[in-house]
């Protein structure tokens, strides 16, 4: 279905090809999924699938890539919609109607498929992703997760030979992307689709996966089953990581294979529990930095955010988790003093975010929304630094600082669209921390990073906590909760449903729980480092065991 041969894409003022040789076979009906560290060409490979390299994009392409035996460079993007469906990583930039409904049309209208054939993969669409309630929805309402759902069945309702995902599952719950990869997997064995999926949390996919593409950061790409890919591979989802230290061969890739082969590692965890008892992250004592008492907002008649109190605390990391839709983003904007609040208040040192000026509500709580480059509107990086200075009046270079303090090295004469996702994200919280808040929020701020570099933006988050600083991050990256945060709190239709601990509000949840977690229940355990703290504490060997396929 798929072939690339000996493909090499370079593009103008690049030194070296974003892709080097790539010679790639995929049959038809596979779900394949490509992996490989932020800025190593994964969107570019994506794009050659639908001739947006180099029909769009530019740049030089030797070699060719065929899909059903048309040659895309041969052919504009327009002339392959009816084989190849593509959704791109930010589903809203898409969307060229206004609601839901006229969407999931919108594509079949341009490819004069027949009005009554329209309505029935309409609703077909609407029914295989949840989304039948939001048929009428204005699109700019709905939440990013709805977002995501509704631009992939918009795409499915052509129903394309070839289906490319980049990142589909990012901005979903777990839920959610459970769903989603339900219907995906259905495509492929049901209907013989080709998906071609570019996934950062490959903790949800690679279970899925018949075949992988490894991207290796030089323009090499590896072609080949996931467990022997990942067996050297540098980023690794946790199940992975768990199998690599106890010796498991072959690897697992499921929690289920993996917990098939955990006996001997629960029984190894069990005797070091009892005797040292792991200790709970709870949430300790400390001086509210932020008080919320009765926040509502409204979003016309739908009620986002419905009477949450709510306190945060010096040097306290809380997750702020929920499906898509219960009010994460409007909360934390009410928060800030920038989105609406209908009701309640909101007291930081004594003052209300939302009164005075913009420059005081920033060096009160910092916000970092879903997409950080809303916040860079300059054409370099040393202008967006010096910008962050001026307007927090403060000694020129401290956003340069702390830029290479999250970042080290970043060019100062890039544009800030050039820069990756995670760079592009270091700068947004270089420029907000500038005014040191004294409340720093941040919206689903792992969205397009790897494990490496989400492994990085852990660190800083735990040294701002240190600082003293209350950091809020709304996420559905439940692995990432289960590595820095210490609290929990948890919205479902604008209310607070639960809020304790991590262990407590995450253990056991069939939504919320880590792999790490799932594997091990009921040990109290949520992270491979927790485990490999508590066998090294208690000299216990991990314990080797097989796979039991």
């Known amino acids: 279905m798929i072939r690339l041969d000996h493909v090499t894409v370079t593009y103008p003022g ?80 898409g969307f060229v109607t206004d609601t839901v409904e006229d969407e999931l049309a919108y594509g079949m209208e341009q490819l004069g498929t027949p009005p009554d054939l329209m309505r029935k993969r309409v609703e077909e669409a609407l029914d295989l992703l949840g989304i039948a309630d939001l048929r009428r929805r204005p699109l700019r309402a709905l939440s990013g997760g709805q977002q995501q759902r509704v631009a992939i069945g918009s795409v499915l309702t052509a129903h394309p030979r070839v289906l490319v995902l980049d990142e589909p599952t990012s901005a979903l719950d777990p839920t959610a992307a459970e769903e989603v990869l339900a219907a995906i997997t259905r495509l492929v064995h049901d209907l013989a689709v080709t998906v071609v999926l570019a996934e950062h949390r490959m903790e949800r996919v690679v279970q899925y996966a018949d075949d992988m593409l490894l991207l290796c950061g030089d323009g090499a790409v590896h072609q ?55 200790p709970v992250r709870d949430c300790r004592v400390r001086r509210p930095a932020l008080t919320a008492a009765g926040v509502s907002v409204r979003h016309g ?27 994460k983003s409007s909360l934390l904007w009410a928060l800030q003093g920038s989105g609406p609040r209908s009701a309640g208040t909101v007291d930081v040192d004594g003052a209300d975010p939302r009164d005075g000026s913009s420059a005081r509500r920033r060096r009160l709580v910092g916000l970092v929304p879903q997409t950080a480059s809303d916040l860079l ?12 200075d001026r307007e927090s009046a403060v000694a020129k270079g401290t956003a340069g600082s702390l830029l290479d303090r999250i970042v080290p090295g ?118 491979v480092a927790d485990v490999e703290r508590a066998l090294a504490a208690s000299s216990a060997p991990p314990h080797v065991s097989q796979v039991t396929q």
């Open 14 to 93: 690049v030194p070296e090809p974003t892709l080097r040789d790539v010679d790639v076979t995929i049959p038809e009906g596979e779900l394949v999924l490509v992996t490989g560290r932020t800025g190593s060409g994964k969107s570019t490979l994506l794009g050659l699938l639908n001739g947006l390299v180099p029909h769009f994009t530019g740049g030089h392409v030797q070699g060719s890539v065929t899909i059903d035996g048309v040659d895309t460079r041969r052919h504009p993007p327009r002339e392959l919609a009816h084989l190849v469906g593509v959704v791109g990583q930010d589903p809203l930039m």
């Open 377 to 388: 509107y300059l054409e370099t990086v040393a202008a967006e630094c010096a910008s962050a």
């Open 301 to 327: 008649q739908l009620v986002a955010v419905r009477e949450v109190d709510l306190t945060l605390n010096d040097g306290e990391v809380t997750a702020l988790m929920g499906r898509n839709g219960s009010g």
């Open 224 to 278: 080949g089953s996931p467990g022997v890919l990942l067996a050297d591979a540098e980023s690794v989802p946790p199940v992975v990581r768990l199998g690599r230290y106890a010796g498991w061969s072959p690897l697992p890739l499921s929690v289920r294979d993996a917990r098939r082969a955990a006996g001997p590692l629960r029984a190894a965890l069990a005797q070091a529990e009892a005797a040292a008892p792991a």
């Open 410 to 527: 970043l060019g100062r004469d890039l544009h800030p669209r050039d820069l990756s996702e995670g760079q592009r994200l270091a700068l947004v919280l270089a420029v907000q921390l500038t005014a040191a808040p004294r409340v720093l929020l941040l919206d689903e701020p792992t969205r397009g990073l790897d494990y490496g570099a989400k492994l990085a933006f852990g660190n800083v988050v735990r040294d701002l906590a240190g600082e003293g600083r209350a950091v809020v991050l709304a996420t559905h990256d439940v692995e990432l909760v289960a590595e820095v945060a210490e609290r929990v709190v948890v919205l479902a239709e604008g209310e607070v449903v639960a809020d304790g601990a991590v262990a407590h509000v995450m253990g056991g949840s069939p939504a919320l729980a880590p792999q790490v977690s799932r594997i091990l229940a009921p040990s109290p355990w949520l992270t």
